[in-house]
């Protein structure tokens, strides 16, 4: 049996990279359509660190919902907005890149510090389990309000892209 | 010990994910780059709230229903975002944020 936990380990150190990777050519690539293909790779990983936090649905939820349509959408929006070589010409090289690396390092060392010098206890007694059904419940039953709450933002975030994206591009 | 058991590795891929988003947001080359960062720093949100989920949280479900609804948060954000982009290059005829001079003022 033990070998099975040396290959899910394995594949968990592989979308560790996956996600590292991601989110370094999501921020570093010059093209801004390479950009999005990197978010889409750096939530691929993400998407398969929720296996291993005992969540399938969510993690089909996240590449339905973040590689699927966020990122269509953002692809969507650059090819309508810019093209490409515009884009290349124009950012070849970023601003503020002293300041984006010290707040980067800053941060990254605080809050590596809060993470090992802190205590996280386990929960003591729990309540229901991974499964999809409990989860469906307790999105019906106890968060109810937030769930229609989410619907309206959705409908008017909808209304708003459409008021707003009137006239495409205007060339003509 | 295997490290995809230890609450502190996930941690601390969140807190890259969190840090290339600032990094990118403030080394902003363009408004959709912009938008990417921000994308990644709601997603180490809501991998922090995965990883508390499983290990401390009393009720596995409370993650979860976050998680779900920082994606719905997500999808409406980029949404609206890609609109006012979209709107700002109609008017302006360019997407970097420092020649969007009139919108400070």
Not at chain 1, 45 to 63: C, E, N, R, T
Request: some cysteine; glycine content about 8%.
């Amino acid at each position: 049996m033990l070998i099975y936990h040396y290959i899910s380990e394995v594949l968990f150190f592989a979308f560790i990279v996956l996600v590292f990777f991601g989110g370094i050519l999501s921020v570093k690539s010059k093209i801004i359509i390479h950009s999005v293909l990197g978010l889409a790779v750096c939530f691929l990983g993400v998407a398969g660190l929720y296996f291993y936090l005992d969540s399938p649905f969510l993690s089909m939820m996240q590449i339905l919902i973040y590689v699927g349509a966020i990122c269509i959408v953002l692809v969507f929006g650059v090819m309508v907005g810019y093209t490409p070589t515009q884009i290349a010409e124009k950012h070849l090289k970023g601003k503020n890149f002293m300041v984006a690396i010290f707040s980067g390092i800053s941060v990254f060392f605080l809050m590596s510090a809060m993470i090992f010098k802190s205590e996280f206890t386990p929960a003591l007694s729990k309540t229901g389990d991974f499964s999809m059904e409990w989860l469906g419940k307790s999105l019906i039953y106890d968060y109810c309000l937030a769930f229609e709450l989410i619907s309206l933002i959705l409908l008017a975030a909808i209304i708003g892209a459409i008021i707003l994206g009137q006239g495409g591009r205007g060339d003509n | 010990m295997f490290f995809s058991q230890s609450l502190e590795t996930y941690l601390l891929i969140a807190v890259f994910l969190f840090v290339t988003g600032i990094y990118g947001m403030v080394q902003h080359r363009s408004f959709v780059g912009m938008l990417i960062s921000a994308e990644l720093v709601l997603n180490s949100a809501a991998l922090n709230f995965m990883a508390f989920n499983k290990f401390t949280a009393p009720d596995p479900a409370v993650g979860q229903v976050f998680t779900l609804f920082i994606m719905g948060i997500a999808a409406a954000e980029v949404a609206i975002a890609i609109s006012m982009v979209l709107a700002v290059y109609r008017r302006y005829r360019c997407d970097d944020p420092d020649n969007v001079h009139e919108m400070k003022h």
